[in-house]
């Protein structure tokens, strides 16, 4: 007796398509369409950008680029959230340049609304820096941050990396006492939401019994 032919299951006829919305930093634009399986598994989902795509401006915004995380799904619209910020490889390798020093550092900040972001900062001179000069640099673009940045939100903040204030500010600050050709945020990555610090705060506060380490983003 010949066997029934198995049917083929058409995978994208059971998917549907979302709309990814950027957050409100970002005015809530579409940032692409993409299939999805079912609304759980879309959570997590990272969608990478650059800031041209987003706001249609000037082409040198190829340059920088985003990632955003789905972090719900309701109907055909996935709300997401800021992830990441970083220079593409090709803006890093022309900003290079002989005779000049770079210096980069790491540095921890959180929000006034108790979000954590990991920055590494990039700053190029004109001419080449001694140790001396160099660490002075470093406390003067780490004082700047530690200054600005707990004055903001996460809305703030997002658009003050991506828009470049919190590199003006770093600017204007160093230039009392060192010339310098370049300096930015060559990556700002979110290492802990609202939610993970409110449950470590609340943990402290309350000195109940451990129940682990708040969820941490990646």
């Not at 992830?83 to 022309?94: A, H, N, Q």
């Not at 002989?98 to 004109?126: C, M, P, Q, W």
């Not at 000069?133 to 809305?155: E, F, G, S, Y």
């Not at 979110?190 to 506060?205: D, F, G």
Request: net charge positive.
């Amino acid at each position: 007796m010949a066997r029934k032919a198995r049917k083929i299951k058409d995978k994208w006829k059971e998917k549907k398509w979302v709309h990814v919305i950027a957050p409100d930093s970002f005015n809530n634009v579409t940032l692409g369409y993409v299939p999805i399986t079912d609304d759980e598994n879309a959570r997590g989902r990272i969608l990478e950008v650059t800031l041209w795509d987003i706001l249609k401006g000037d082409p040198s915004q190829h340059q920088y680029k985003i990632f955003f995380q789905i972090d719900n799904v309701t109907d055909d619209k996935a709300r997401t959230i800021f992830k990441r910020f970083e220079y593409s490889k090709e803006f890093l390798r022309s900003l290079v340049r002989r005779g000049s020093s770079k210096i980069n550092f790491v540095i921890d900040v959180e929000t006034n609304d108790h979000y954590v972001f990991r920055i590494k900062i990039l700053a190029l001179t004109h001419r080449q820096l001694n140790t001396s000069r160099q660490r002075q640099l470093r406390l003067i673009a780490q004082d700047t941050i530690k200054k600005i940045v707990p004055t903001m939100d996460i809305d703030s903040f997002v658009q003050a990396t991506c828009y470049g204030k919190i590199n003006s500010d770093i600017m204007s600050s160093a230039k009392k006492v060192i010339k310098l050709r370049h300096v930015g945020l060559e990556k700002v990555k979110l290492i802990k939401t609202a939610e993970a610090q409110t449950v470590l705060l609340e943990a402290k506060n309350k000195k109940t019994q451990p129940r682990g380490p708040p969820a941490t983003e990646h």
